[in-house]
């Protein structure tokens, strides 16, 4: 039995196929958490085991060896939380879903619109005092953030925001946190930073936002209720006094790809000569 048997290369094919597919299901659902940047160190370490013995450095290749088997059981305690999560997603799951593999990339369309919705909305609470902190998931995945609030999964639009954020509503307290160009959560609880450089006249709300962006590589928008400003944090630093054309621009500068970026102002370039 060989590769001149069909059934043998259908059955090889199919194993092989299968296996991906279980694999890739399961990147996707550790990318829901920061867990996803400690299985990223995970693979180093097992790709320099492999390197060390193929260079037969033993003492290195033993040390190495001996990491791994103590993170192997350690792994399972780690990430316990993440593994729950991940069975029970599986569980609720229908079939037709699990078989999507674009889910994310069919939600990038909608960005330019998101920002829209987000400018429109600050500068809105900003004009009425009103506070708000939003929260814009990238890269890391901050499925803890999440699950600390409610869980909504629902279109962005001014609208919502504007009456999440209205004082005495179930959930104007927290930071609302947007993946994937949705409404993913409400009433979330941040870290707060720990600089101690930080001005006194800044609140809960701007040492959230700066305790998020310190953690991972999200956006945080805050809109103080005192002063009715704007402020933008990104990597542990914050951008004050913005105005909707400011904010729009930091938005579309981190949160679309250059290519969309110039397609844009291609496309506005071209209406204002019609």
């Not at 399961?26 to 790709?47: C, P």
């Not at 060896?65 to 316990?80: E, H, K, P, W, Y």
């Not at 946190?177 to 930080?198: F, G, H, M, W």
Request: hydrophobic fraction near 45%.
């Amino acid at each position: 039995m060989g590769f001149d048997d069909p059934l043998y290369v259908i059955r090889a094919f199919l194993d092989i196929g299968i296996v991906t597919w279980v694999i890739y299901k399961l990147i996707i659902l550790v990318r829901e958490t920061r867990a996803w940047q400690l299985i990223k160190g995970l693979i180093l370490i097992i790709v320099a085991t492999e390197m060390s013995g193929f260079l037969e450095l033993k003492t290195i290749n033993y040390l190495l060896r001996s990491v791994l088997s103590v993170l192997a059981i350690g792994a399972i305690v780690l990430f316990q939380p993440e593994l729950r999560r991940a069975l029970e997603k599986i569980g609720r799951s229908r079939f037709k879903d699990l078989l999507n593999f674009d889910e994310a990339s069919s939600l990038r369309v909608q960005t330019t619109a998101v920002i829209e919705e987000i400018v429109k909305t600050c500068t809105t609470l900003s004009s009425r005092y009103i506070g708000a902190l939003i929260v814009i998931e990238r890269e890391v995945k901050i499925g803890e953030i999440i699950n600390s609030g409610i869980e909504l999964d629902a279109q962005v639009t001014s609208e919502l925001l504007i009456n999440i954020f209205t004082p005495d509503t179930p959930l104007h307290d927290g930071a609302v946190v947007i993946r994937n160009n949705k409404v993913k959560a409400a009433a979330c609880l941040l870290p707060l930073t720990d600089n101690p450089s930080l001005s006194k006249e800044l609140g809960m709300r701007h040492r959230s936002a700066l305790g998020i962006t310190e953690v991972s590589d999200s956006i945080a928008i805050v809109v103080s209720e005192e002063s009715g400003k704007i402020s933008f944090a990104l990597n542990g630093g914050l951008t004050r006094n913005l105005t909707a054309d400011t904010l729009r621009k930091a938005l579309n500068k981190n949160l679309l790809p250059e290519r969309d970026v110039n397609t844009k102002k291609i496309l506005l370039w071209r209406g204002k000569t019609k």
